[in-house]
């Protein structure tokens, strides 16, 4: 067969046989098995062409949607990726690539938790699900991943004329968002038993961590390279720019990426657009504004109506650590998951009513720290997020006398 190694029309021949055999319901093995046979290797773009192919030809998308994990289980290791270029730190795919090693390691723990609840019996499973929460609420974190792909880069493949691999890939993120959500459901339930657990493991838990991980090896084998051979370079700047409105999954990239024509600094280029917020009782630079946030000695977050987590200050001297990642996510997700219940119970008051303050007060490495929630509401009353604003208030606390003569804090 060695003709088919430089023949790309016959290997794309051979490829769409045999992923039709898949539809006919030939077994994975046997089809993998004569794919190594008959070929050593296929180029990432001839594989986006076959599906092309196939739903051009009337297969239907929802069949290719089927199978698209089967091929790819078939396909595994047999992509030739000898042509993806170098990606520069800090570009779009660089991000996606490290957004997907971190989701790997939510998976890794995950079924770390599950074998051992398997083979160890633990008769309470308590701590076991309290840990899972807050993995899959991680896990569910990929939801930001999936929609850059879907409203930043979807669209410029589809402008290039490749439809076909960005639909089976959408569909591909429903099935897993819906399995995501399915697991963090089912460690919801009440007391639920080990025995019990297990079994939702095996139907929901388990296929909603493989998906996830299956969805990075189709990412890297052929999303990724598929689109930097597709996009330019301005194309990429401007889904860079675009990338921080929709958030990072479990990433916060700590260098931005920025093509050498573009010389300015999104801050700057927000100054020189002329961007002004103007309130009743007067206005600011987007720099001034920025600077005034970041120095006042509190750490300020908004989370919006809709319970997404949308600004953090970044002052020097900050309580909470918060980074980028955090932003458009779920507020409840952001928070450990026994105290979860919390979060919904201010929120759920907030938006009926029933309250507009929340304070805490604790003491943390040293220091005493006041908590406050607040309602926001519009001049109607109508509710628009909730503002939570952190305080190192231990030098308050030791004040005594007054001090009116001028004295400069360091």
Same mark, same amino acid.
């Given at each position: 067969?060695?003709?088919?190694?430089?023949?790309?029309?016959?290997r794309?021949?051979?490829?769409?046989?045999l992923?039709?055999?898949?539809?006919?319901g030939?077994?994975?093995?046997?089809?993998?098995?004569?794919?190594?046979?008959n070929?050593s290797?296929?180029? $990432?773009?001839?594989?986006?062409e076959?599906?092309?192919?196939?739903i051009?030809?009337g297969?239907? *998308?929802?069949?290719?949607?089927?199978l698209?994990?089967?091929?790819?289980a078939v396909l595994e290791?047999r992509?030739?990726?000898?042509?993806m270029?170098?990606? @520069?730190?800090?570009h779009? /795919?660089d991000?996606? &690539?490290?957004?997907?090693k971190e989701l790997r390691k939510?998976?890794?723990?995950?079924?770390?938790i599950l074998?051992?609840?398997?083979?160890?019996? =633990?008769?309470?499973?308590?701590?076991?699900?309290l840990?899972?929460?807050?993995? %899959?609420?991680n896990?569910?974190?990929a939801?930001?991943?999936?929609q850059?792909? *879907?409203?930043?880069?979807?669209p $410029? &493949?589809e402008?290039?004329?490749?439809t076909? =691999? =960005?639909?089976?890939?959408?569909?591909?993120?429903?099935?897993i968002r819906?399995?995501i959500?399915?697991? /963090?459901?089912v460690?919801q339930?009440p007391?639920?038993?080990r025995?019990?657990l297990?079994?939702? !493991?095996? /139907?929901?838990?388990? @296929?909603a961590?493989r998906?996830?991980?299956?969805?990075?090896?189709?990412?890297? *084998?052929i999303? %990724?390279?598929? !689109?930097?051979?597709?996009?330019?370079?301005?194309?990429w700047?401007?889904?860079k720019?675009?990338?921080?409105?929709?958030?990072?999954?479990? $990433?916060? @990239?700590?260098?931005?990426w920025?093509p050498?024509? #573009?010389?300015?600094?999104?801050?700057a280029e &927000?100054?020189?657009?002329?961007e002004h917020?103007?309130? =009743?009782?007067?206005?600011f630079?987007?720099?001034?504004l920025? #600077?005034?946030?970041?120095?006042? @000695?509190l750490?300020?977050?908004f989370?919006?109506?809709?319970?997404?987590?949308?600004?953090?200050?970044q002052g020097? *001297?900050?309580? %909470?650590?918060?980074n980028? !990642?955090? &932003?458009?996510?779920?507020?409840?997700?952001?928070?450990p998951? #026994?105290?979860?219940?919390?979060?919904d119970?201010?929120?759920?008051?907030f938006?009926?009513?029933k309250?507009s303050r !929340?304070?805490?007060?604790?003491? +943390?490495?040293? +220091?005493?720290?006041?908590?406050?929630?607040f309602?926001?509401?519009?001049?109607?009353?109508e509710?628009?997020?909730?503002l939570?604003?952190s305080?190192?208030?231990?030098v308050y606390r030791?004040?005594e006398?007054?001090?009116?003569i001028l004295? $400069?804090? +360091?």
């Amino acid at each position: 067969m060695s003709e088919l190694i430089n023949n790309s029309h016959e290997r794309k021949k051979t490829l769409k046989e045999l992923i039709l055999k898949l539809h006919a319901g030939e077994s994975e093995e046997e089809v993998r098995q004569q794919l190594l046979r008959n070929l050593s290797s296929i180029p $990432y773009g001839e594989v986006v062409e076959v599906e092309q192919e196939l739903i051009s030809e009337g297969l239907p *998308e929802e069949e290719v949607l089927r199978l698209c994990d089967m091929h790819s289980a078939v396909l595994e290791g047999r992509i030739d990726l000898s042509e993806m270029m170098d990606i @520069p730190e800090g570009h779009p /795919i660089d991000v996606m &690539l490290n957004e997907n090693k971190e989701l790997r390691k939510v998976a890794e723990q995950i079924l770390e938790i599950l074998e051992d609840i398997e083979y160890d019996k =633990p008769d309470d499973v308590s701590k076991e699900i309290l840990k899972l929460r807050g993995l %899959f609420n991680n896990l569910y974190d990929a939801d930001k991943l999936y929609q850059r792909k *879907e409203y930043l880069i979807f669209p $410029y &493949l589809e402008k290039a004329g490749i439809t076909g =691999p =960005p639909k089976v890939m959408w569909g591909k993120h429903d099935e897993i968002r819906e399995l995501i959500k399915g697991g /963090i459901e089912v460690l919801q339930v009440p007391d639920i038993s080990r025995d019990d657990l297990l079994v939702s !493991a095996d /139907i929901v838990l388990k @296929p909603a961590v493989r998906q996830v991980v299956e969805m990075g090896t189709k990412e890297s *084998e052929i999303l %990724f390279p598929m !689109a930097m051979d597709t996009l330019n370079e301005a194309e990429w700047y401007e889904i860079k720019k675009q990338s921080i409105e929709i958030g990072y999954c479990l $990433y916060d @990239p700590p260098k931005e990426w920025r093509p050498e024509w #573009a010389t300015e600094s999104t801050l700057a280029e &927000l100054n020189k657009s002329g961007e002004h917020v103007q309130l =009743p009782s007067g206005g600011f630079s987007v720099e001034e504004l920025m #600077a005034i946030l970041n120095t006042v @000695p509190l750490d300020m977050t908004f989370v919006d109506k809709d319970d997404k987590v949308k600004y953090f200050t970044q002052g020097t *001297e900050r309580i %909470f650590q918060r980074n980028r !990642a955090i &932003l458009n996510r779920d507020v409840r997700h952001c928070h450990p998951p #026994a105290s979860a219940h919390i979060v919904d119970k201010i929120i759920d008051d907030f938006k009926t009513g029933k309250a507009s303050r !929340a304070p805490f007060w604790i003491s +943390k490495g040293g +220091k005493m720290v006041h908590i406050e929630y607040f309602a926001l509401r519009n001049e109607k009353g109508e509710y628009l997020g909730t503002l939570e604003v952190s305080h190192d208030v231990t030098v308050y606390r030791e004040l005594e006398g007054e001090q009116r003569i001028l004295s $400069y804090s +360091k």
